[in-house]
């Protein structure tokens, strides 16, 4: 069975840092794409960022410089590194594999 279990999430002030954890288990992150989204309630989810199966990664402009995606193979497990968080970062941040989501975690970015 697949399955993406995230972590990691929880409130920080502005300018703080977080590195959200994804546990996968079911198939293998180092032959995969995974990304990091985040969702506000009552709006859109928003892609974050994505990490590709030759490692490379990328994250949408208004994260770029502030946020990376990075893995694990051994734990079979990717990793968001939020730095400079900002209060528009607020959200549920989920994790993702095809069409799979994990239940995701919770990001407060308050003072």
């Known amino acids: 069975e697949v399955q993406l279990v995230e972590s990691g999430g929880g409130l920080v002030q502005p300018g703080g840092s977080l590195r959200l954890s994804c546990g996968a288990s079911?198939?293998?992150?180092?032959?995969?794409?995974l990304s990091w989204f985040r969702q506000v309630p009552g709006k859109e989810s928003e892609w974050v960022c994505a990490i590709y199966d030759d490692g490379g990664t990328n994250c949408a402009g208004s994260m770029e410089g502030r946020f990376s995606m990075s893995r694990d193979n051994a734990k079979n497990m990717v990793y968001l590194q939020m730095n400079n968080l900002k209060a528009e970062d607020t959200a549920v941040y989920y994790c993702m594999w095809r069409s799979v989501r994990g239940q995701g975690t919770e990001v407060t970015v308050s003072s």
């Open positions: 079911g198939f293998t992150v180092s032959r995969s794409v």
